[in-house]
């Protein structure tokens, strides 16, 4: 495909423009100014149109195929959110203007929608308060951790590791290693999870904390969670829940009440916006009352009036984590989800999504190797069976033959705790016809990577690019080569 650049032909226009009769004022200084005019591609409507349609259709994404990619899945999207966050009274709303005086009617609306989003995460985690600003689920992490270190410097803790299983999404030793700390693995055991008697032979006095990806990479929820957590307790450590997932347990348990002190949630996993690409995320971070005062600024508050206005006066916060508000089109998105599904609607977020983990799970289990052969949450992780592998069927080769059946690959090779691992997450938002005709394409697949061998080392083919060197198409990215 050509790119938009190599379609151009000067002085080609998809729109054409009066002159301009009104004199030029332009109050740039002139050696800022271009001479030249920017190279940018000169196309017609139907030119610009074309070439975008085609791009779109050579992408995979949920729009157009099911997607169980484990973990960092889109989970349920809907467009009325999207069609909401649009609106221009909050899509055209200026960061700058005044909370109250004379701008004040057009901001209090969008100040509402972060206070009540506040009070709902509250209620669904059991937490005391919250922050929006963070723009990820990574950078939840990070505000979470620096809000811990904060927390230890006060009461003049001497605290220097954070312990983390090796069941833990790979974003929590780097987000604690980038505040500061030293991260410990705690291996986790036969059953897939971290037990108490391995957990104590790491507690000791030095223990800021310990950060629990729950449910873990294998989908399991951790059956000690009251034990680990009053340990950590015990050496004035505090616990991180790692909730991007919560469409695990959201309506059904609350991370605050099992004994977390800190929590966030990627909103663009669980609460309606989609994930990946690096497009806009959310990651709410949530506190107990005893780290309250550390939230960054500024806080959303209401007034006695029943108006909202941002807090600012909060002197032992760790400051701002993202200009603003954060991606506040994201927290709106949420808002919107929460206000449409309800208390009974999440609730049944969380028991589809687990249904459905188990549905395929309990499909796949003669099929491939389970990675822990036990109920799961809302992901289930599988291997290749031991006859793919002699046939030089990997997870990858199993990956890129579900593309060639018009299915998104699950996430392959992590978690790292589980070789070849193919790991599955349909989400709640599927439907039987979906998942059945995703398990007959696992089968099939199975099927001839056990007969033969080498039975996919060419797939797929059928998309526009096949099997590119990875490595060097990281490295050595060149977009023309499509
Ligand atoms: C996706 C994910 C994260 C990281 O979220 P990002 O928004 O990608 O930074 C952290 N923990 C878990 C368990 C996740 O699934």
Redesign the pocket.
């Known amino acids: 495909m050509k790119l938009v650049f190599e379609k151009s032909i000067p002085h080609r226009r998809a729109v054409r423009t009066v002159e301009s009769d009104v004199p030029e004022t332009i109050n740039i200084e002139k050696s800022l100014l271009r001479d030249k005019c920017p190279n940018l591609p000169e196309l017609s409507e139907l030119d610009v149109v074309r070439h975008f349609t085609e791009l779109s259709r050579m992408n995979f994404g949920v729009d157009t195929n099911f997607y169980p990619l484990g ?2 899945t889109m989970k349920y999207n809907p467009k009325v959110t999207e069609r909401i966050a649009s609106y221009p009274g909050f899509a055209h709303l200026h960061p700058l203007l005044p909370q109250l005086r004379m701008g004040g009617m057009l901001t209090q609306g969008a100040l509402g929608v972060i206070y009540e989003m506040d009070m709902f995460l509250r209620e669904t985690t059991g937490m005391d308060g919250f922050t929006m600003q963070p723009m ?4 939840g ?1 990070l505000t979470g951790i620096m809000i811990i270190a904060a927390y230890h410097k006060d009461k003049g803790n001497k605290k220097k590791t954070i312990l983390i299983p090796d069941s833990a ?1 790979g ?2 030793p780097a987000s604690a290693a980038i505040a500061g700390y030293d991260v410990i693995a705690v291996p986790s055991n036969d059953e897939g999870v971290m037990d108490v008697d391995t957990l104590k032979a790491y507690i000791n006095d030095e223990v800021a904390g310990l950060m629990l ?1 729950c449910p873990n ?1 294998l989908g399991l929820f951790n059956p000690h969670i009251k034990e680990i957590c009053d340990l950590i307790h015990s050496v004035d450590g505090l616990v991180y829940y ?1 909730g ?2 919560l469409n695990a347990i959201v309506g059904k348990a609350r991370p605050g009440d099992f004994g977390f002190d800190v929590v966030h949630l ?1 909103l ?2 669980t609460f309606a916006t989609p ?1 990946g690409g690096g497009g806009p ?1 959310a ?1 709410p971070v949530g506190v107990k009352q005893k780290l309250v005062d550390y939230l960054p600024i500024s806080v959303v508050v209401k007034r006695n009036d029943g108006t909202y206005a941002l807090d600012y006066d909060r002197p032992k916060s760790i400051g701002y984590m993202a200009p603003f508000y954060g991606n506040f089109g994201v927290v709106l998105k949420a808002y919107v989800y929460a206000l449409m599904l309800g208390k009974e609607g999440l609730k049944r977020v969380a028991e589809n999504a687990v249904l459905n983990a188990n549905y395929i799970r309990a499909k796949l289990n003669d099929h491939y190797t389970p990675a822990v052969d036990k109920v799961c949450m809302h992901e289930c992780v599988f291997s290749p069976t031991q006859k793919m592998l002699d046939n030089d069927t990997h997870a990858f080769d199993i990956a890129k033959a579900l593309i060639d059946a018009g299915f998104h690959p699950p996430t392959v090779y992590f978690p790292t705790i589980v070789k070849e691992a193919l790991m599955i997450e349909p989400t709640e938002c599927e439907s039987k016809e979906t998942l059945d005709a995703f398990i007959d394409a696992m089968i099939e697949i199975a099927k001839t990577a056990e007969a033969k061998l080498h039975a996919f080392s060419n797939a797929p083919v059928s998309t526009p690019v096949s099997r590119p060197n990875e490595t060097a198409a990281a490295k050595n990215l060149n977009i023309a080569c499509l």
């Open positions: 973990s960092c990820a689920g990574a950078h992490e999404h974003t929590n990806t990479t790692d991007a997932n990627n663009h996993k994930h995320g990651g």
